[in-house]
Structures are given as C-alpha cells and as structure tokens.
C-alpha cells in the first residue's frame, strides 16, 4: 500500500528548530517527486517546498526561503524538512504529499504533523 | 507570483449542482487540480488536469477550465459532499506549487 507517515512534529519556542520526517511505503522516494504542504489553524493550503525525485530540484516558497530545508534520505525512503529560524506563524499541520510520475498534482497525502511555535 | 482567487463560500442544497470558480489570470493555459478536505481530515484529490476523475471517484465530480476561470462543478450534491475545496496549479515562471484560498461547500 502507497502511504505518507509525517513525524517530528511538536512545540517549539520561536527561534528555534524542529526536523519533521516523511515515511514513505508502497513506493521509492528516487522515482516520484515530493513536498511539504502546511496548514495554519483555520487558515488554507500553503505550499512549502518540493524535492525532485532524482534530489537535485529543490524549490521553497518565499515564506519559508533560506529558513527550511528539505531533502532526502534514500536508505530509509524518506523525505525531511529542517525547519530553523521558526517564527509563530509558522505554526501549523504540516503534509507530505506526492506528485505522481511527470504531473503537477499530490495523488497522495499524509495525515500530517503538527508545529507549534511558541514561548 | 500566481494569484489563484476562490470564494470564501458556496451554498447549496441537497440534489442540486455547486459551481465552485477558481479564477487565474489566463488560468485556462494551466493544468488545475481540485482537492476536497473534509475537518481534521487531510486533503484528498478530487480533479486533476482541468477535469480528469481519480479512480473510484464518483462522476458527480467534474471540472472545467477556459479563459480566467477554471470549475469545479458537483452535480446530485450530497450532505457528504459539504467540506472544504481548493483549486491548484503549478507555476512555471517561478516553479512554485499555487493554492487558492479555499471555499467552504455548505450543504444546506
């Protein structure tokens, strides 16, 4: 079965860092490109970043640019965020989500992992 | 950047047909993609490329894109139906993933 388990998630102070993991079954983290989506508490969908699926196109969104960083680790098929610098407003359920092969759309989501930043 | 507009809101009854728009300058040149979250719950692909259906997905569920506004068109609504719906495209110029802002379905 294809599934997308989040972790790493938690209270942090603002500042500070947290490492959230994406575990992923049902297929290899080489073959399909991923990203992290968020969701503020009764806000909308925000996208965050996106790992290529062969690691080497990595894009963020503006809001989390030269603060998050997402990547890879193949031997244990998963995919990461490190999040450093957090500020409030980045509290939030955040998602893993799949495109599928050569498309543009998540087929796949997790059920997410919640952040929250404060002192 | 890409601006994708949604209203906030759509009401309908029971049977009828809900329009959901999504508006984008030259929207109609992208691929727009529909997914449904439904309270606590994470997001689920409902529409993809304009007006393609996932598998198993009930062709209730339809879509449309032309112009400035793409659809999202749920004909026969259900009470199962009443949940949260967000347009998205990708955006070429700056390789970004884009969300609308959502529109909450009420079923009334």
């Known amino acids: 079965d294809v599934q997308l388990v989040e972790s790493g998630g938690g209270l942090a102070q603002p500042g500070g860092s947290l490492r959230l993991s994406c575990a992923v079954s049902g297929f290899s983290v080489t073959s399909f490109e991923m990203n992290w989506v968020r969701q503020a508490p009764g806000k909308g969908l925000e996208w965050v970043a996106y790992i290529g699926s062969g690691g080497g196109k990595i894009f963020y969104s503006d809001s989390v640019k030269d603060r998050f960083t997402i990547s890879r680790d193949i031997g244990n098929n998963s995919v990461n965020l490190q999040m450093n610098s957090l500020r409030a407003d980045d509290s939030a359920v955040y998602y893993c989500?799949?495109?599928?092969?050569?498309?543009?759309?998540?087929?796949?989501w997790g059920k997410g992992t919640t952040v929250t930043v404060s002192s | 950047s890409y601006v994708l507009t949604q209203p906030p809101s759509v009401s309908v009854a029971p049977g009828r047909t809900a329009s959901i728009p999504c508006g984008g300058n030259n929207i109609g040149s992208k691929g727009v993609h529909w997914y449904q979250q439904k309270p606590g719950q994470a997001p689920v692909l409902v529409i993809f490329?304009?007006?393609d259906r996932p598998s198993g997905l009930p062709e209730r569920f339809s879509g449309s894109n032309s112009g400035n506004t793409a659809t999202l068109t749920i004909s026969r609504v259900e009470a199962g139906d009443e949940a949260d719906y967000y347009c998205?495209?990708?955006?070429?110029?700056?390789?970004?993933?884009?969300f609308g802002g959502g529109t909450k379905l009420t079923v009334l």
């Open positions: 490329y304009d007006s």
């Open positions: 998205q495209v990708w955006d070429s110029n700056s390789d970004h993933v884009v």
């Open positions: 989500a799949r495109f599928p092969m050569v498309s543009d759309y998540m087929d796949v």
